[in-house]
């Protein structure tokens, strides 16, 4: 039967665009009251009000996943305004395509403080909340490259992939308590990843584009995986396209392929 998610409450991080905002969206339309996160409060309000003009309810809350007590807000802002904290979902993220030896350390640490710190940050005030409840679900929106780091990419996979491990770990230390773990691992989304990856990426040649629609969803089709893992009320991993996972496997069982691979794809893209 799983779960009716009529007038449980959410939480999104990163919910003023992409997969965040069509999370959001989805969600209202199960039935769920949402609140919003974001460091753009134009864009969050235009979230909010699309979920109100659908006759669900919203609150939106300004902030960065960087920052302990905007965090904290949220999580206070979503049992404030709806009596409960039933899901978390930590999607703020970014990545820039750059060479793993010459990337900055400051950099480095800085993508690591947003995409791995930043979803700690805002799924560990609702420990208590649920705890007391008894329920509640945490999800971190990773990546299906937290299955195996890529050229130019290193800095971004080891992001993922330690959300990925701490999702997994969470998992089974919460299960006894009621509260569900999951990890989301997308394939390429049309969001607005790829415009702020160029920003922070070295120039010449991309191994990584948007160009190949093969390799492309759109955010909806992550929303709706997301809401399904919602109502199942089970943590897992939640995998958004069958080929990518079964070819995140393979490679996981055969390094040396996937080595040979990844160079035979390196030196004809990048020459």
Not at 145 to 151: A, H, R
Request: hydrophobic share 45%; glycine share 12%; charged share 25%.
């Amino acid at each position: 039967m799983g779960i009716d998610l009529a007038g449980k409450s959410v939480a999104i991080a990163g919910a003023s665009s992409g997969i965040g905002a069509a999370t959001a969206l989805a969600c209202a339309d199960a039935g769920m009251c949402v609140a919003l996160f974001a460091r753009r409060a134009e864009k969050l309000d235009a979230v909010r009000e699309r979920i109100e003009s659908r006759g669900a309810r919203a609150v939106a809350a300004v902030g960065s996943v960087d920052e302990d007590a905007d965090c904290e807000r949220l999580i206070g802002a979503t049992l404030d305004a709806f009596g409960s904290v039933d899901a978390v979902i930590a999607n703020a993220g970014y990545g820039a395509e750059v060479r793993s030896g010459g990337m900055p350390e400051a950099d480095i640490r800085a993508m690591f403080e947003t995409n791995f710190y930043g979803s700690l940050r805002v799924l560990r005030p609702a420990l208590p909340i649920m705890r007391e409840q008894g329920s509640g679900h945490l999800m971190m929106v990773s990546s299906c490259l937290s299955k195996i780091g890529i050229p130019h990419y290193a800095a971004y996979c080891a992001t993922k992939a330690a959300q990925d491990h701490f999702a997994r770990a969470m998992r089974h230390e919460l299960a006894g308590e009621g509260i569900a773990v999951s990890s989301v691992h997308p394939i390429g989304t049309k969001t607005e990843f790829f415009d702020e990856a160029e920003k922070r990426s070295e120039g010449g040649r991309r191994l990584l584009d948007r160009g190949n629609e093969r390799f492309m969803q759109s955010p909806g089709v992550v929303a709706r995986a997301i809401v399904r893992r919602l109502r199942k009320g089970k943590g897992g991993e939640v995998w958004t396209s069958l080929p990518a996972r079964f070819a995140l496997g393979a490679s996981v069982m055969c390094p040396g392929v996937t080595d040979a691979v990844l160079g035979r794809l390196y030196r004809k893209r990048m020459g």
